[in-house]
């Protein structure tokens, strides 16, 4: 393994010592220059480490397609370097200046209703545009040939949040480049008409030359060209990706590159699974989600990034001091919140704890957006919070390059699955992929187990347990995947609407749910969803929500550990488990929310011999994660809570809070130095009595 720290986990430019980075998106071009010096004094205060510059600087750079104005990006670049800041420079292709979108209006995505999507806010380009490309491949060379050999630069930032605004585009481009991509994936026509079902509804195709994007229609679209529509976004996306990547390692091959994902809330247009293994590291944009669910949220999304990292260091391009701008209300962070999100990414594996952006704007879209340097300026709480962060960064110097320890549970996490199960002409449109899955996420938390959140892909050999919420698409290889894990041992736990469509998003005959009916030993007959505010009561105590299902067969060694009590399918199984071996497969047919999961999760757990590695007190009541480096290892607590968690009997020495107490704050995070327990994946971490010493 490669234990070399990357360019951007150096402490300062002129050390090779690892530390965490800490720093912001940084767009001088909206600023005078003598504010350019204000702002890297200010950087050097609050001990910033790193910046990402240039992300919508394209007209500032290419005033006109024939002027290059780098001067004054030389400037910025040189009085970084000069004050021990690293740069994460971008390609600056992210929003197309009005010069190149008035001389070729082409390159303008176009929605699905055919309206033009004009240039006055940002990212108006089309992803499949030759004429775009041409142009932004020339900007990219441009940059990387001229910042090649600068000191500062730590590594490149492709365009920006690929996909935020423009990935449906349903242009003649999109038609053309659609038509190519199913060209490689059916290579036959015919192939095709069967793979989407052409029969119904009269679809049959002759000539590839017929086929759309599926633009507005006066039913619903075929379902199936909806699904390759999204498999093609996200893959025309990536091959832009490519292409700037592509050429910048042509250019400095000793550089490494990323873009910034957004594993966060609902977007999930882009598959970053798939995404994941295209960049030198992964980075993510995440915005806190207001309200009691948004820290799980947090959570859940920081932790899948880690596993789309595999464990390894990860950069957290942005989150925010306060306030966005993009809500329909914005509140500012609590008390507390900015300190506890910043290390609820490093408690996954972020080794990069950036903001947008570094001084708030005074103009723009954004100026009501927060930022390290607020407009109150640098005599203002938020500062200090900000300088408080840089300082509790330092301490955790330890912690860089140290990789997240795989825990016991995985919940499998499939971006295919996530598109097809929403799809429109549906059993319900209340159907919310990801809400399930973070259901599990919350229900374990409150068990006090950790849980890694895991692309499909990854082998599960690992993991005593595996939750597969809504595995709606199962192709044949994943459906005997899942039947080899049960065979070995696995204790596999799945839901409603799983198992139900092969790859082509063709229901799996015989019976619901399909391809995992002989594994969990149950036919469904039919769905059953509830309307909106509609709930079951099963006969454990809870209660169901959103879906029921009509379980009519059950194998001689599938039992029963739930029926409904209320509700067309009274007295029928709603919660099922086959004992397979020493592995189960265990099947749920409703929603039943974080706490509506325990006794189900209980049984799992215990079964597995899987236990929470907290004291009692602190369970249910914190996040637990692990990073290992060698003989040590680092605990981290979130406290889940506003209120104060009893965190005694962990032994260790506290990084965070330095001299800290056995009481974890409201909304505090504890980091704990340990000897590193080489038990190994799928033990339980042991609870030592508590010795608890100051870190110095
Ligand atoms: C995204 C973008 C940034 C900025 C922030 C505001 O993450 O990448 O440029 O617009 O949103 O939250």
Known sequence: MDTTPPRWLRRTASTSAPGLAFGADYNPEQWPRATWDEDVAAMRAAGVTIVSVGIFAWARLQPTADTWTFEWLDDVMDLLHANGIAVDLATATASPPPWLTAAHPEILPVTVRGETMWPGGRQHWRPTSPVFRRYALALVAAIANRYAGHPALAAWHVSNELGCHNVYDYSDDAAHAFRGWLRQRYHRLDRLNDAWGTSFWSQRYSDWAEILPPRLAAAHPNPTQQLDFKRFSSDALKEHLRAERDLLRTITPDVPITTNFMVMG???AMDYADWAGEVDFVANDHYLEPGPGGLSELLFSANLTGMLAQGRPWFLMEHATGAVNWRPVNV??????????????????????????????????????SAMLPHAGLDSDLFRRVVDLGATLRALAPVAGARRRPAEVAILFDWVSW??????????????????????????????????????????????????????????ALTDRLARYVASGGHLVTTYFSGIVDENDHIIPGGYPGGLRALLGLRVDEFGPLPDGATVALDNGTEGSLWTDRIDGLADDTGILARYTTGEYAGRAAITRRPVGRGSATYVSTRLGPDGLRPVLDITLAAADVHSGLPAAARGRVEHTVRQAGDEEFWFLVNLTDEPVDIDGIDGAMLVPPHGPAVLAPRGVAVIQRAADHSGHGKPDPVRPVSRQASG
């Not at 990414?345 to 723009?364: E, K, L, N």
């Open 419 to 476: 598109w097809a199960s929403e799809q429109d002409s549906h059993p319900t449109s209340l159907l919310r992929y990801r809400s399930e899955a973070l259901d599990w996420y919350r229900a374990l938390q409150r068990a006090g187990v950790r849980a890694d959140v895991v692309p499909s892909s990854t082998p599960l050999d690992g993991y005593p347990v595996v939750v597969a919420p809504i595995l709606h698409v199962v192709p044949a």
């Open 332 to 369: 500012p962070k609590r008390d507390g919140e900015l300190l506890r999100d910043a290390l609820a990414h490093v408690a996954h594996g972020a080794d990069a704890v950036c903001f947008f952006q570094w001084r708030q704007s005074a103009a723009g879209a954004e100026k009501y957006h």
């Open 266 to 268: 609902e977007t999930n």
